[in-house]
Every structure is written in structure tokens, then in C-alpha cells.
């Protein structure tokens, strides 16, 4: 079995893998947090549509997919949670209406040039060999940007997750905090999309936070159980799908799938 | 020099003016119940005076250099909390977050703050609690000791005992008439008129615009009082 690890570790894209998809899974967990408890869970969703649908853009003009992304996705972020603010069309709705809306311009863009071909379907579900040196570098960098904000506004993002009023009437700056959550949170998925794919990238966000929300009763325990979850979760299927020859981005959201049944378990029995 | 005053303020909604030509101040060391039916503008002032809502006439003016890291402020609950991990140390803390500005984290000054709210609420033996799984007095306790950490000046209370039994209800009044002598300046929106007169040293009485200021006891024997007061014995 180590052999066997070893072996797969000796290939250079599973080590680029597993580098990109630890540090995204940690942001992912931390980001997921708030996200949850705001009941923001779809903007996860809704930002991975709008990455897919510039990814596809990108590939068909040929600009660098990851540099071109992340600006347009922090971009949509910024206006989901703009939209999701005012009143007249309902949050939900909304994240909705963008996502789809991206999806469907992605597919056009694509379908137009070059056709549905594999870099596009890689982008949709997933792929392991997605990553080249420069995206691991930038990957790397950015994901470490994310978690040192993270840490630096740790105190912050809490009072405003907790009771944006109050945040907001003692003189939090809430609408920046909710920005650059929403910023961090486009980031985390453009990098995690390549491997994940668009339409499996928010299980990431979604799942290890509900998951140590089950158990844990302090919100730094959520947030450091929901990373340590999150990592094993990533680490866990990235061998399994490599034994099992799965999937990767799938493989990940059902462990996640698995471990959240368990944490529900033990936390109905920590309770009963 | 009052620590707020409102100038001729008109209040609404998208378009529709819910209360017009408010005009009262808040004196250091007031303890002021607004009170009023529901939609008389009551909340909606309460917000403008926090400024979470500018108003759509008028001006409101802040004296005696009353920052917004001054005023403490027990909200009413949100729903995301009823879920919400947390332990009641953290809860309480936050109150703390804008003491050091934009300095990312707590200092031992802080921590102590926050113990000594805890201590002083009766609530530091469950301080490692979860807030989700506290009594509906409990989390009130919580949620008043982080205003108290935010509160240098001025506390802000919206319904502060809406669904607390009458035990809670007295204790919680207690606490505040004796935050209200050690000197703060208390502002309570509340729908519940015997406990704002019997508790509070002023009253303001909104219905679309102010209908009644002045003390207490003037209020009693008012006409607004007087209907407003008895109006409630036949609810």
C-alpha cells in the first residue's frame, strides 16, 4: 500500500495536484464557514457557473484562462452580493439567474469556436491533469493570500457573520468585510474549479463546515475542525482516485458526502 | 451640548414616509423609551439614530464627539443566530471589535472586558457554552453583556425582552436601571408601555411623527398617555 503511494506520488501532476488542492481545500473550508452560516451557500455555487462561463471565454479568444478568470469572477462576486442585498429580486433568485446565465454564454462561447471539447468538459467536471507549473505557482501564492486575510480579519469576519446589524451600528465597515469575503471566495473557486470542476467546486465550500458544524460548539472549533476535514476529505480522494482510477473532483465530494454522514451521526449521539 | 439631536428629521421607507418632523435630543445620562404602536416609525428611528438608515429629510447631529465605537447596541435576535456555533465568550467578545480599530485581534484588556460583563450578567459559568443552546434569557444576557462591551457612551435596546417571562423580564430591567446609574445613557425602542414608564425617566411616544416628550411621569397624566396606557389594559 505505501508502495503503491509512493508510485503515485513519483508522477509530478498528482504532487501539483495534491499541493493546489490542500491549500484550496483550506480556503474553501475557512471561507465555507461564513458562507454557511450567512446562508450564502449558493454564491459558492453561482460563482463557479460565472468562472466556467469565463474560462470558456477565455479559451475562445486565448487569453490565459486562470489570469483572465479571477478578475471577472472577483468582479461577479462583488455584484451577486450587491444584488443579493437589495430587495427587489430576491437573493436566491438571483445567484440563479447569474449563474445559469453565465453557463449558457460559456457554452455558447465555447460551442462557436472550437466546439464542447475536452478542455471545456474538463473545466465542467473536473480534471486532475488541469494544472501546469504556472498555475501551481499562482495557485500557491493566491491561496496563501487567502488564508492570511482570513487569519488577519478572523475577528471581524465573525462579528460580521454573527450580527451584521450590530457590526454595522457600533462602526464595522460590514459592506467591506462582506466584499472581501466574497472576493476570497471567488478566488478559492477559480483555483479549485480546474480540478473540482465548476458544477463540484462548492461541494468543497458547503460540506466540511456543515460537516464540523454537527459536532462543534465554538466557531473557532467549526472553523478548525471544518479545515481539518476538508484536508483529509482532499487528501483521501485524490488517493482513492487514483487506486480506484475515479474521478477526481467526484471522488472528493462523496468522501466529503461520507464524512459529513458521520460527523451528523456523532453529533445526534453527543446530543441524545 | 446633547449627544444627539434630531433636526426636523423625516423617516421612510422606499418612497413612503413613515414618520415626519421628529425633533428631540438625547442628553448624556437619559434613559429614553420611544415607544408607539407598530408602524408608527419607532424602529426605523431607532436605525436612523444608529445609522444603519439615513433619513430622508433633516439632519441628525452627534455631540460631545459620539463615535460610532461608542454606542452599544442589543439587537433584535436575527435568525441566522438561532443556529449559530458559538460560545457565549466569543459572542460577548465581539462586542469588543472595534477597541483597537483596525488592529486585527483582541488584547488582554479586551478578554478582561468581556469576563467582567460575563461576571456581572451572571452568566461567566456558562461562558463556554454553546450560544444555540442557551434559554431564550440566556442568549439575551449574552447579547446585552457584548452591547455592554461595545458601550462607552450611549446604550442602544431595541425590544429587549420581547418572548422573556416576567422572572427575565425584571431581572434584565434591573441590570439596565443599574448600567443607567452607573452613568450610561440608555435608548430602549419598546412596545411594552408599563414597563417603559415604570423603568425609564423619559418617554417619547411616535405615531408617524413625535406625539408625545417629556418625562414619565408627564407622560401618565398626557392625553397620548393616558389613551395609549389604558388602551393597553383591554388588550
Known amino acids: 500500500m505505501i508502495e503503491y503511494i509512493q508510485t503515485m506520488f513519483s508522477y509530478s501532476f498528482i504532487t501539483r495536484a495534491l499541493i493546489v488542492g490542500v491549500l484550496v481545500s483550506l480556503c474553501a473550508a475557512l471561507l465555507g464557514v461564513s458562507l454557511v452560516l450567512k446562508k450564502y451557500s ?32 472577483a468582479v461577479a462576486a462583488v455584484l451577486l452580493l450587491r444584488v443579493s442585498e437589495s430587495s427587489k429580486i430576491k437573493g436566491d433568485s438571483a445567484i440563479a439567474m447569474i ?70 451600528a457600533t462602526g464595522t465597515k460590514v459592506r467591506l468585510y462582506n466584499t472581501l469575503i466574497a472576493v476570497l471566495t471567488s478566488v478559492t473557486v477559480v483555483l479549485g474549479m480546474r480540478m473540482m470542476g465548476a458544477l463540484l467546486i462548492s461541494s468543497l465550500i458547503i460540506f466540511p463546515s456543515l460537516s464540523a458544524m454537527r459536532v462543534c460548539k465554538r466557531f473557532r472549533s467549526v472553523i478548525i475542525t471544518a479545515a481539518a476535514i476538508s484536508v483529509f476529505c482532499f487528501t483521501t480522494g485524490i488517493i482513492v482516485s487514483y487506486i480506484a482510477s475515479t474521478p477526481t473532483g467526484a471522488t472528493v465530494a462523496v468522501i466529503n458526502i461520507c464524512a459529513f454522514l458521520a460527523f451528523a451521526l456523532v453529533g445526534r449521539f453527543i446530543r441524545s | 451640548m446633547p449627544l444627539i439631536t434630531c433636526e426636523n428629521v423625516s423617516l421612510g421607507y422606499e418612497g413612503l414616509t413613515v414618520a415626519r418632523d421628529i425633533n428631540f435630543s438625547v442628553n448624556r445620562g437619559d434613559y429614553l423609551s420611544i415607544i408607539g404602536r407598530n408602524g408608527s416609525g419607532k424602529s426605523t428611528l431607532l436605525k436612523a439614530l444608529l445609522r444603519l438608515k439615513a433619513p430622508e429629510k433633516g439632519k441628525i447631529i452627534y455631540g460631545e464627539g459620539l463615535r460610532q465605537s461608542d454606542i452599544g447596541y442589543l439587537a433584535q435576535q436575527t435568525p441566522v443566530q ?44 456558562i461562558k463556554n457554552k454553546c450560544f444555540r443552546e442557551l434559554s431564550g434569557g440566556q442568549q439575551q444576557r449574552a447579547l446585552l453583556a457584548r452591547a455592554m462591551c461595545a458601550a462607552d457612551k450611549i446604550l442602544f435596546l431595541d425590544e429587549p425582552v420581547t418572548g422573556l417571562d416576567p422572572v427575565v423580564t425584571t431581572e434584565l430591567f434591573n441590570i439596565i436601571n443599574e448600567m443607567h446609574k452607573n452613568g450610561m445613557t440608555i435608548v430602549m425602542v419598546s412596545h411594552d408601555v408599563h414597563c417603559a414608564v415604570k423603568y425609564s425617566g423619559r418617554i417619547l411616544h411616535m405615531n408617524g411623527g413625535v406625539l408625545f416628550d417629556g418625562t414619565a411621569e408627564e407622560y401618565k397624566t398626557s392625553a397620548a398617555g393616558a389613551e395609549f396606557i389604558g388602551g393597553h389594559k383591554h388588550d
Open chain 2, 82 to 125: 438561532k443556529d449559530f456555533p458559538a460560545s457565549v465568550f466569543e459572542v460577548v467578545l465581539s462586542g469588543c471589535v472595534k477597541s483597537r480599530g483596525p488592529f486585527p485581534f483582541y488584547s488582554p484588556d479586551d478578554k478582561k472586558k468581556a469576563h467582567d460583563k460575563m461576571a456581572l450578567l451572571g452568566i461567566e459559568g
Open chain 1, 42 to 73: 449558493m454564491i459558492g455555487d453561482g460563482l463557479s457557473h460565472v468562472a466556467f462561463g469565463a474560462i470558456a471565454i477565455a479559451t475562445a479568444l486565448g487569453f490565459a484562462p486562470m489570469k483572465f478568470t479571477v478578475p471577472v469572477v
Open chain 1, 99 to 168: 449563474s445559469t446565465g453565465a453557463l449558457a454564454v460559456g457554452i455558447l462561447a465555447a460551442s462557436m469556436t472550437t466546439g464542447m471539447n475536452t478542455d471545456i468538459n474538463s473545466y465542467l467536471f473536473g480534471s486532475i491533469l488541469a494544472m501546469t507549473e504556472e498555475d501551481v505557482a499562482l495557485s500557491v501564492t493566491l491561496s496563501l493570500i487567502v488564508i492570511a486575510l482570513f487569519i488577519v480579519f478572523y475577528n471581524k469576519i465573525f462579528a460580521v457573520t454573527f450580527d451584521e446589524t450590530f457590526a454595522a
